[in-house]
């Protein structure tokens, strides 16, 4: 039986090329083939790669680099911007990205996440209509979610 891993956060080095939006208390580096090595080494088959929201925001083009030079290995998930107007076209062209299983909302009290947002309902509509799950980042905020989650009875939510 297949081993994947439910989360993991591949993600390069702080550098001019690719900045980090914040710098926390993680290694300065866990690249993808860094994380290959590693599943390798415990006898991980795959993981669900999530782009790093506290390093690269809503960028999520590194997990596609990793996901591309590791396919097979990884499924993505991106996080998506409820403030963006343009969300629903971001969400459809995700759709068509290789490896991709799913989107994510920032729900975090401490990122400012806010359920009743109405960017969120966008999404969640968006996230149903292209058959994506909806991975929610909530903690601290976890008694918001039934209302979102009752307000889109046909979106799947993991959270």
């Excluded at 290995?73 to 299983?101: C, H, M, Q, S, Y």
Aim: overall charge negative; glycine content about 6%; some cysteine.
């Amino acid at each position: 039986m297949p081993i994947i891993d439910s989360q993991v956060h591949a993600y390069e080095a702080n550098t001019p090329k690719r900045p980090w939006h914040s710098v926390p208390n993680w290694p300065d580096h866990v690249t993808g083939d860094e994380m290959v090595a590693a599943m390798d080494k415990v006898g991980v088959d795959g993981a669900i790669f999530i782009s790093a929201f506290s390093l690269y925001q809503y960028d999520a083009s590194y997990a596609v680099e990793v996901q591309r030079a590791h396919p097979g290995r990884f499924a993505l998930i991106k996080p998506v911007n409820p403030e963006d107007p343009a969300v629903a076209e971001t969400i459809a062209d995700w759709k068509k990205t290789p490896g991709t299983v799913g989107i994510r909302i920032m729900l975090k009290k401490e990122v400012g996440g806010d359920a009743n947002h109405p960017g969120v309902d966008h999404i969640a509509r968006a996230a149903a209509r292209h058959e994506f799950p909806v991975n929610l980042s909530c903690a601290g905020n976890l008694d918001a979610v039934p209302a979102l989650i009752d307000r889109h009875p046909d979106t799947r939510f993991i959270i």
